[in-house]
């Protein structure tokens, strides 16, 4: 489960970053008609726009770290980890509906949060659940789930952009998001269960 839903929070994570290649999304970013000729002006502040998306993002995945373990502590690993795959699931359908850089940084900040989730929850799964001796096996597992999803997103998401467009990356990812939820939902219980 744990291998399973990092591969899918980095799916989710990565999509932008294959999505970002696509002339429409950068029109889009840029609030510009579809229509209209990409400049190298256009190109320069689509690249400021999109690091100043990726830094909303990161700021709070980074900042989730702080206060998403202590959630998880307190309302346990079942709860606190499908909060967090609903946020980011969230975050995935509403990046399909954005029409702007500034959208876009609002629907990536809640993203941060909601994967930031991913790794504490994790880690208290994997103590919880794994003897000493065998939680360096299973956290290899773990993180190879991580690696599984940037191939995932190489693979599916071009295509995906290619035949569908844009948008359809983004719903496909929060598809596999709610599923991850609903599997994680069902399927993991906490030890004294």
Not at 39 to 58: P, S
Not at 68 to 76: A, L, P, R, S
Not at 124 to 147: H, M, Q, V, Y
Request: aromatic residues 14%; hydrophobic residues 50%.
């Amino acid at each position: 489960l744990l291998f399973l839903a990092t591969t899918i929070n980095y799916v989710d994570r990565q999509v932008l970053s294959f999505v970002m290649t696509d002339d429409f999304f950068k029109r889009t970013i840029l609030g510009l008609s579809s229509n209209t000729l990409l400049t190298d002006e256009h190109l320069q502040q689509f690249r400021i726009q999109m690091g100043w998306i990726d830094a909303a993002f990161k700021a709070t995945y980074a900042l989730g770290f702080l206060v998403v373990g202590w959630v998880i502590d307190q309302i346990g690993t079942k709860r606190g980890f499908s909060i967090g795959m609903l946020i980011w699931s969230i975050a995935s359908v509403l990046s399909a509906f954005c029409a702007s850089a500034g959208q876009f940084k609002w629907v990536r900040a809640l993203l941060g949060l909601g994967e930031s989730s991913n790794f504490p929850a994790a880690m208290k799964a994997i103590s919880n659940w794994f003897p000493r001796a065998e939680r360096s096996t299973a956290t290899g597992i773990l993180n190879a789930g991580s690696n599984m999803g940037i191939i995932v997103t190489a693979v599916l998401i071009p295509f995906l952009v290619v035949q569908y467009g844009w948008r359809a990356s983004f719903f496909i990812s929060a598809l596999l998001g709610i599923l991850m939820l609903l599997i994680w939902y069902f399927r993991y219980s906490e030890p004294e269960e």
